[in-house]
T-cell receptor
Framework: LAKTTQPISMDSYEGQEVNITCSHN???????ITWYQQFPSQGPRFIIQ???TKVTNEVASLFIPADRKSSTLSLPRVSLSDTAVYYC????FGSGNTGKLIFGQGTTLQVKP | DVKVTQSSRYLVKRTGEKVFLECVQD?????MFWYRQDPGLGLRLIYF???????EKGDIPEGYSVSREKKERFSLILESASTNQTSMYLC??????????FGPGTRLTVL
């Protein structure tokens, strides 16, 4: 089981780049790394997913080193609306897989004006 | 856009009642999941299903059962609700290998 560890909370200011790191020392060969964003009283929203190296979309970038034991979610130029809880998820979602999925405790990001 | 819907946003039940939480997805996804979310504990997986009539236990299956008779629908059943099952319940679906998409959640209160 690939347990994940994230910082409990982070503070930032509008316009800054924010990097949130997730540690997953026991990641398995078939595991993917996925990040979600969650606002109060809403379901988590998919942000980005990757397997190795770097992935970028219109919202964020995901950096994964060669050993895959950690990953870093990078949010460029955050705004107040990025204040949320961010979850790192590691797992193999292949059909027929019986592996358990692990959510980290989440990182509460507070963006200040 | 992927759409995952849950039958109720808020539900209040009494101890001992049988409770059904329904989840429907419209993207023909193979996998479906039920989580509960409690303050300080994050999201915890209750059950998941990777095919019709197939199910696997997650981290906290005790007190719950599930049913998946059709690909698009995944039901969570509380056979005899208890107060410690008061929680936010989240359903999700995903393709065979891909990201999970979550529904809006059902906040269940058991009195």
């Amino acid at each position: 089981l690939a347990k994940t560890t994230q910082p409990i909370s982070m503070d930032s200011y509008e316009g800054q780049e924010v990097n949130i790191t997730c540690s997953h020392n026991n990641i398995a060969t078939n595991d993917y790394i996925t990040w979600y964003q969650q606002f109060p009283s809403q379901g988590p929203r998919f942000i980005i997913q990757g397997y190795k190296t770097k992935v970028t979309n219109e919202v964020a970038s995901l950096f994964i080193p060669a050993d895959r034991k950690s990953s870093t979610l990078s949010l460029p130029r955050v705004s107040l609306s990025d204040t949320a809880v961010y979850y790192c998820l590691v797992g193999d979602f292949g059909s027929g897989n019986t592996g358990k999925l692990i959510f980290g405790q989440g990182t509460t990001l507070q963006v200040k004006p | 856009d992927v759409k995952v819907t849950q039958s109720s946003r808020y539900l209040v039940k009494r101890t001992g009642e049988k409770v059904f939480l329904e989840c429907v997805q419209d993207m023909d996804h193979e996998n479906m999941f039920w989580y509960r979310q409690d303050p300080g504990l994050g999201l915890r997986l209750i059950y998941f299903s990777y095919d019709v009539k197939m199910k696997e236990k997650g981290d906290i299956p005790e007190g719950y059962s599930v049913s998946r008779e059709k690909k698009e629908r995944f039901s969570l059943i509380l056979e005899s609700a208890s107060t410690n099952q008061t929680s936010m319940y989240l359903c999700a679906s995903s393709p065979s290998r891909g990201a999970q998409y979550f529904g809006p959640g059902t906040r269940l209160t058991v009195l």
